[in-house]
């Protein structure tokens, strides 16, 4: 028979709904634009969506005042001065007076503009720094946890024994853990990447090992007849198959290494959009927070569409609509 | 057909049951006291029923399954018993196998995948290359070589499998049904090229099929097999000389004889 079904494994993996290879998928059909549902009609009601909320976001800033939620043209302005006067400080730093001295440049100098009292903060520059932290943190999480189970492929024992300390490290709450990373690493950047990593590593192991288990054997069969290797079987087999699980726990753990750097900033730290919530708070200053926020998402898209667009060169040769290697079992 | 005084392949007393799962009843046996062989240069046809234990048979000879009991040995040498760490797949590129399914890497192209095992042997040069897009040619897949496995029809699949393992050129191959979701004009178009290829290269050939009239046509002998536990049920060597024509070989007239005998051994 054609359809090969992933091999039924005990795999806490697949306990757990979101750690299931697919269950994002059903949940979230709008993040594989390549389905055929995903088209026009979907964008127009995305759309409808997206202005419905911001009706009752200017309903809700209306009636209870920009004290409690920051209006959004507050916001937008204040967005897009922040992004401004980062961008305008960024020309004058590479053209120099050649762009500080221009007549353009003089009059869009963001005090000209009469935007200072609406800056806050440099948005971009903090934005950056809490991209970097979760690109960071991303990386270092997830090279590892996508390697180990192809290292312990051959080596079920050993998988056995670590077993439950994964299980334990995957539901470990890693909140809980930045107080503890910010004394051993420092209020710096080091304590941020570090949660970020640990809060990644977990989700991806979990998927790169449903992976490696729904390997198809009978693949495998056929690659050592026609005289593979050991390390062909891996490079050849193991892996490209392994590829698509590997990606549901990537983005699924995209939003979490954005959120894990705004929350260890928001904890302590002197830079990042976290650290501008946090700081908006303190000052009862709502739209200041509604910007960080929004920045965050902003950045959170970012990185949902990175992955898409990685994960699309890299499964080119799925059928489009084939979400069985995923869905599996 | 010049019988070795060795034969190439031999089956004595070959059992096979698969290990029961927990809270199921005691595994059968699907081979049992299975006896046959094959020599260098000989063209063997399979026929039994479904469910009769061919595609078991075939991966123990090619070593990717390992027998319960009795006795395989390929040039001599017998395959384990009873340990599957000790097989050896292929046996290092002696054996090629096409199987029943196609098992053509999803993430590999049509030539790619028809390269794979010239690429893990490290034998990918432009000589061979060119070698694979003749089969490519022959087998009619041309302008399908950069489509994925899930663009291709079950038959042309079934063909990238099948040439995938005549491009590396194993003095051996297994066949287990690949003509089975083909139409007939292909399936005769590929008959006639197989007979072709084993007549130049005098390649030692197992052929499972269902079709009797298959088996007659491509076969020096054919083994018929029986219902599980699988034995030898019948064994009739194909007087019919060669060259054949396959689309005329029901007019010969030892055709009718042999598919009456071998029809009523297939129940
Ligand atoms: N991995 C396995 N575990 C348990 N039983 C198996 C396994 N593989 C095959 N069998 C059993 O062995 C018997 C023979 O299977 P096999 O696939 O060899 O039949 P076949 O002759 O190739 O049939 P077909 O003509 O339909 O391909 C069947 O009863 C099947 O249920
Ligand atoms: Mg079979």
Not at chain 1, 9 to 35: F, I, N, V, Y
Request: include cysteine.
């Amino acid at each position: 028979m054609p359809d090969r079904k992933p091999v039924e494994s005990s795999d806490p993996a697949e306990l757990r709904p979101e750690a299931r290879p697919g269950a994002r998928l059903e949940a979230r059909p709008e993040l594989r634009p390549d389905l055929p549902q995903a088209p026009r009609r979907a964008r127009f009601d995305r759309a409808l969506v997206f202005v419905a909320l911001v009706a009752i976001w200017i309903g809700l800033a209306t009636v209870l005042g920009t004290y409690w939620v920051g209006s959004p043209w507050g916001v937008a302005l204040r967005l897009g001065s922040g992004v401004w006067g980062d961008l305008w400080q960024a020309l004058a730093f590479v053209l120099g007076p050649t762009w500080s001295d221009s007549a353009v440049g003089g009059m869009t100098r963001p005090v000209n503009l009469g935007l200072q009292g609406q800056l806050q903060g440099q948005i971009l520059v903090h934005a950056s720094y809490t991209l970097f932290e979760a690109v960071a943190g991303f990386l270092l999480g997830a090279i590892p946890a996508a390697t180990l189970p192809f290292l312990l492929r051959r080596l079920p024992i050993a998988t056995a024994v670590i077993d439950p300390f994964m299980v334990g490290g995957y539901g470990a709450p890693k909140l809980a853990l930045a107080p503890l990373f910010i004394l051993w690493f420092g209020i710096g950047i080091a304590s941020k990447i570090a949660l970020v990593a640990i809060t990644v590593f977990f989700i991806v192991y979990f998927s790169a090992l449903a992976g490696v288990r729904a390997l198809d054997a009978r693949l495998v069969q056929m690659a050592q007849v026609a005289g593979a290797s050991e390390r062909s079987v891996a490079r050849h087999i193991v892996f490209p198959g392994a590829v698509p699980y590997i990606f549901t726990g990537l983005r699924i753990a995209m939003p979490y290494s954005i959120g894990g750097a705004v929350i260890a900033e928001l904890i302590s730290a002197n830079r990042g959009l976290g650290y501008l919530i946090q700081l908006g708070a303190m000052n009862f200053d709502t739209t200041g927070v509604f910007v960080a926020l929004v920045a965050t998402t902003c950045i959170v898209f970012l990185g949902n569409w990175s992955v898409d667009t990685l994960e699309r060169w890299l499964l080119r040769w799925r059928p489009p609509a084939d979400t069985k290697a995923e869905v599996g079992s | 057909m010049t019988a070795a005084a060795e034969p190439l392949l031999e089956v004595r007393d070959l059992g096979k049951r698969f290990a029961g799962r927990a809270g199921r009843d005691a595994p059968a046996w699907v081979i049992q006291g299975l006896s046959f062989s094959v020599n260098e240069g000989e063209f063997l046809t399979i026929i039994g029923p479904s469910g009769s234990g061919k595609t078991t048979l075939l991966n123990m000879i090619a070593q990717i399954d390992v027998a319960s009991s009795g006795m395989v040995r390929f040039q001599s040498q017998p395959a384990p018993i009873g340990d599957p760490k000790a097989l050896n797949p292929g046996l290092t590129c002696k054996i090629g196998y096409v199987t029943q399914e196609d098992n053509l890497l999803p993430w590999r192209t049509t030539l790619q995948n028809v390269l794979f095992p010239l690429k893990v042997q490290g034998r990918l040069n432009d000589e061979t290359r060119a070698h694979a897009e003749t089969l490519i040619k022959a087998v009619g897949l041309a302008g399908f070589e950069k489509h994925y496995p899930h663009e291709l029809s079950g038959g042309m699949r079934k063909r990238a499998s099948l040439i995938r393992t005549l491009v590396y050129d194993p003095p051996v191959i297994l066949m287990d049904e690949p003509f089975g979701p083909l139409d007939a004009q292909t399936r005769v178009q590929l008959q006639e090229d197989l007979l072709r290829l084993w007549n130049l290269g005098r390649k030692t050939i197992i052929f499972v099929t269902h079709d009797i009239g298959e088996a007659i046509a491509l076969g020096d002998r054919t083994l018929v097999l029986s219902r599980a536990p699988a034995r030898v049920a019948g064994e009739h060597v194909i007087t019919i000389p060669r060259p054949r024509d396959i689309r005329g070989i029901m007019g010969h007239p030892d055709f009718g004889t042999l598919y009456q005998s071998i029809r009523a051994q297939v129940q």
